[in-house]
């Protein structure tokens, strides 16, 4: 599904990922881990193109680094920031519309499924985005992203910030793509929600990975618990 190979990205002259090496399956479930600052986001960018990646992104078999974000989206990759970027004057359900790419072909989501999944966004849904709390537009970016049916879907950092049970709601939202049989690269920070939804596990450190396992074989690697991840 994504081939990533020797993959290098800068921010002016500070070389933030170096050498960067990861596989995801199809339908499989990725969680990539780290401390702050070692390159997590900046990986999900250079896969989308928002950060301009050297080395090789290959999606399906196609080279796809270099290439504009919008065709690198149309080709089947969806992306959550962790800037939960909305529309905040637009309706929910409007911004829900703009994340479809064909009208004209029904995929594996539909609005109505989006705001059963979440009564929250039900309620609002024809209130203005804007006056929608965090959590709720987390999800409403998520919901937005899985209206354009994508195959892979990135999602940065879905938790930071956000109260226990929309933790909760937003793990169990993560689960069920993963049953749909969307590939998923989540870059997490809390370690309950990763292991438990991830099939293996990446840990970057300096801009590189450091390590990668099933989540099974994690649990016993307290060395790498200790060097790349607590505080």
Same mark, same amino acid.
């Given at each position: ?11 002016? =002259? ?10 995801? /399956? &199809?339908?499989?479930? #990725? ?16 896969? /989308?193109?928002?950060?301009? &990646? ?44 703009? +994340?479809?790419?064909?009208?004209? =072909?029904? +995929? ?5 499924? /989006? ?12 209130? &203005? ?7 709720? =537009?987390? /999800? ?14 990135? #999602? ?17 939202? #993560?689960?069920?793509?993963?049953? !749909?049989? $969307? ?10 929600? !990763?292991?438990?939804? !991830?099939?293996?596990?990446? $840990?970057? +450190? ?8 099933? &989540? ?16």
């Amino acid at each position: 599904m994504l081939q990533i190979t020797d993959l290098h990205a800068y921010y002016g =002259k500070s070389h933030v990922l170096n050498g960067v090496e990861m596989q995801i /399956m &199809p339908g499989e479930v #990725i969680a990539l881990l780290g401390r702050n600052g070692v390159g997590r986001s900046t990986t999900a960018k250079a896969i /989308m193109g928002e950060v301009a &990646p050297q080395g090789s992104i290959r999606f399906r078999g196609q080279e796809i680094a270099g290439l504009p974000n919008h065709k690198i989206a149309r080709m089947g990759l969806g992306y959550v920031p962790e800037s939960r970027d909305i529309f905040p004057t637009m309706t929910v359900r409007q911004n829900l519309m703009l +994340g479809i790419k064909n009208m004209r =072909k029904t +995929g594996r989501w539909s609005i109505d499924q /989006m705001l059963e999944m979440f009564p929250n966004l039900a309620r609002r849904a024809d209130n &203005p985005a804007g006056v929608l709390s965090g959590g709720e =537009k987390q /999800m409403l970016t998520m919901c937005r992203t899985l209206m354009g049916d994508p195959e892979l879907i990135i #999602i940065d950092e879905p938790t930071e910030g956000l109260a226990p049970l929309i933790v909760t709601q937003v793990g169990e939202m #993560i689960a069920e793509i993963a049953k !749909a049989g $969307v590939s998923i690269l989540l870059v997490e920070q809390k370690l309950s929600i !990763a292991l438990k939804i !991830a099939d293996r596990v990446y $840990v970057m +450190g300096h801009g590189e990975i450091v390590y990668s396992g099933t &989540p099974a074989e994690f649990a016993t690697r307290d060395d790498i618990r200790k060097e790349w991840l607590e505080v």
